[in-house]
């Protein structure tokens, strides 16, 4: 009932910079906070970016002054403008919304992702 999909991974080189969007489809009533997290294989996935519907964001340590986090809340879509790439951020990059959505018996909340998108950082 709902989907995240993910697009503007690839590969660049260090220095470089990419845009990564996601957009949000299906029965959503509402999005509160949306975001960004990334993994690599063997590790935990951790969180890059959120921001609220009302725009307050939340950068990890290692992206701040490289990364921003926006969102089109009339589209549902939230982007990650990433500059000043570094090897050490090649990774799956994932989507994650906070939502309530419409089920068959009223709103319901939900947790969803993305599919993931690839991002590689190397010379």
């Known amino acids: 009932q709902v989907q995240l999909v993910e697009s503007g991974g690839g590969w660049v080189q260090p220095?470089?910079?990419?845009?990564?969007s996601c957009v949000a489809s299906g029965s959503i009533f509402?999005?509160?906070?949306m975001g960004w997290y990334r993994q690599t294989p063997g590790q935990q996935r951790e969180l890059?970016?959120?921001i609220t519907s009302g725009g307050r964001t939340n950068y990890a340590d290692s992206v701040k002054g490289r990364f921003t986090v926006?969102?089109?809340n009339a589209k549902n879509t939230v982007y990650l403008q990433m500059n000043?790439?570094?090897p050490?951020?090649?990774?799956g990059y994932y989507c994650n919304?906070?939502?309530?959505?419409?089920?068959g018996s009223g709103l319901r909340r939900y947790d969803a992702w993305g599919q993931g998108t690839q991002?590689?950082?190397s010379s």
């Open 88 to 91: 050490e951020d090649t990774a």
């Open 70 to 72: 926006s969102r089109d």
């Open 48 to 50: 890059v970016a959120t």
């Open 97 to 103: 919304a906070e939502l309530y959505y419409y089920s």
């Open 119 to 121: 991002v590689t950082v």
């Open 30 to 33: 509402s999005i509160n906070v």
């Open 84 to 86: 000043s790439l570094k």
């Open 15 to 20: 220095g470089g910079s990419l845009r990564l």
